[in-house]
């Protein structure tokens, strides 16, 4: 885990890989590779479900079963890595070689995971903009934006009944669509 706000130069410059983690096995392993010296990254998300007592918020991964791992080139010991409680494989690309997560991608999740390991990053939208609802009761639903707060509220015109109704919702709780 990032152990503050910001992530540190040693985590901007090291190579970060990819680790598939056993089910149920995410702090098992972020404590075994925390141990023996390695910096790990899940970013999670706050997601809304319904339950038997109402909705309920929860904090999931971002890639569920999957971990990041920050190795400097000098301390790499594949096996060490791949045989620590918690971790199934370390995942693999062309060749057989350990999958690295490309630098730019790696240094934007930095930027927008805070140190309690949520993403903090609301992305901003415009009127106009085609969104999916991905929390809260209207998850699943297609809508055109509206308007947009500084608050990270955002007003909707969704389709409600052959009707056009306005929602307000939670920035958090909508994604950009595409096209």
Known sequence: MITDGAPNSTALI?????????PNGLKIAETN???????????MREVTQPSRHGLQRSKRPLFPGYLFCALADGQINWRA???????????????????????????????????????????????????????????????????????????????LMGRKTQVNIAGEDVERRQG
Request: proline content about 7%; glycine content about 10%; aromatic content about 6%.
């Open 81 to 159: 890595v791949a045989n620590t409680r918690g971790v199934a494989r370390v995942v693999t690309g062309t060749g057989g070689q350990p999958a690295q997560l490309p630098s730019q991608v790696a240094h934007d999740l930095l930027l927008a995971t805070a140190q309690s390991g949520m993403l903090m990053a609301i992305p901003r939208y415009q009127p106009g903009d085609p969104v999916n609802v991905i929390n809260g009761p209207f998850a699943g639903w297609l809508a055109k934006v509206v308007a947009a707060d500084d608050e990270g509220r955002i007003q909707l015109l969704v389709d």
């Open 14 to 22: 090291n190579d970060w890989y990819v680790l598939q983690i056993k």
């Open 33 to 43: 590779l925390a141990r023996q010296g390695y910096e790990t990254l899940m970013p």
